[in-house]
């Protein structure tokens, strides 16, 4: 993971770690029991993390290079874990996402702008801040808590990040799904200005909208440039 390695793509980076992996895996499986197999990888799984936390660790002392040196170590996150999910007949994408949650949540830290970190660490201080807040007041397209909570299932249980156009895609997606259940109470999004109450079809248009609307607000995090549009 040495900086000075340029451009070079991650899965050059591990190749010698990810096939030494690959071959001892291989041989332990032919030997074990399915379940002692599972329960290693499982630990294999857990100290890789830990090494990985470790390093993220020394990102606090260093005064420079830190936001690439985090980003290098997310690359080996997702890397990683494809590896070890390998393409469904590893461990368990959900096993592999759960257990890397506060280590995601640490590099974020050394790759998001001080602006929007203070940003953010004023509005957890806030009075009478609950994990629930979200303010839509202000957005350009009417949306609904159980719009956002199905969104956050699609693109961010499982895959923790996305590009614009899946978000797109997805909420565009969403949108018809209601349209097709019809305008009930607890699946429609409505406009709260138009008498006929008819639900709010997400175009590509509306959607681009509020994507960027939610960036404004923090709510969406870009990764590579915090002043981009969707």
Known sequence: LDLKLGNCPISRRLHSLVTFLTRHCTALKKYLYPECFDTLMEYLWKCILQDVEE????????????????TLLLQTI???ISVMYKKGTGLSLELLTSTTEYLLALLDVFLQPTERLTRAFNRLCAPHFTHNQVSLDQSPVPIEPNVIHELSNRLHTFKKCFTGSEFVHALVEIGQT???????????VEYQDTPTDRPVVYSITYATQLGNYLLSQDILICLYNSNVDL
Do not use: C, Q, Y
């Not at 660790?57 to 690439?68: I, N, S, Y």
């Not at 019809?182 to 429609?188: E, M, P, Q, Y």
């Open 78 to 80: 997702n890397h990683l």
């Open 55 to 70: 390093e993220a660790m020394k990102l606090r002392k260093l005064k420079k290079g830190a936001v690439g040196r985090a």
């Open 178 to 188: 209601i349209e097709e259940k019809g305008t009930d109470s607890t699946t429609s």
